[in-house]
């Protein structure tokens, strides 16, 4: 039976990349001209530090705008509060991978409110549809890309 999986991932080498990439940008730039502005990542965890909250919100806009120019979905992140503590201020910004539980839940019952003769299962941080045809797969996948859930979805190890 035709089967396809439905998971979030983030392809960690590319983020490095843009990372390093908007680490570069913040060097050159004239208005970081004497701030101690950068971009740390450890694993799946970057923490930007900056002058003032005004310099991490442009650091905020560069590193989506390195992320989205290398194929990296910017709704993967999510952004903690700033914090300020002498005269510099920190941002932690925490890549999101996997489906979580309720929306894996949540991406089940959307399958099932379809109506679609397909059968979806919550295998640890994915989601498999299975089918008795190619077309009713597809045409789930573009149902859950009309949807607008919190995470961004691929759609990985399709078989016939």
Known sequence: MPSFDVVSEVD???LSNAVDQAN???TTRFDFKGSDAKFEQKGAELILSAGG???LQQMMDILQKKMVKRGVDIASLDVGKPETT???ARQKVTVREGIDKEAAKKIVK????SKMKVQAAIQGEQVRVTG???DD???VMAMLK?????????YTNFRD
């Open 12 to 14: 960690m080498h590319e």
């Open 24 to 26: 570069r940008e913040v």
């Open 53 to 55: 909250e005004f310099q």
């Open 86 to 88: 002498n005269m510099v």
């Open 110 to 113: 959307l399958i099932k409110e």
């Open 132 to 134: 008795k045809k190619r």
């Open 137 to 139: 797969l597809q045409g």
């Open 146 to 154: 009309e949807q607008e859930l919190e995470l961004p979805l691929q």
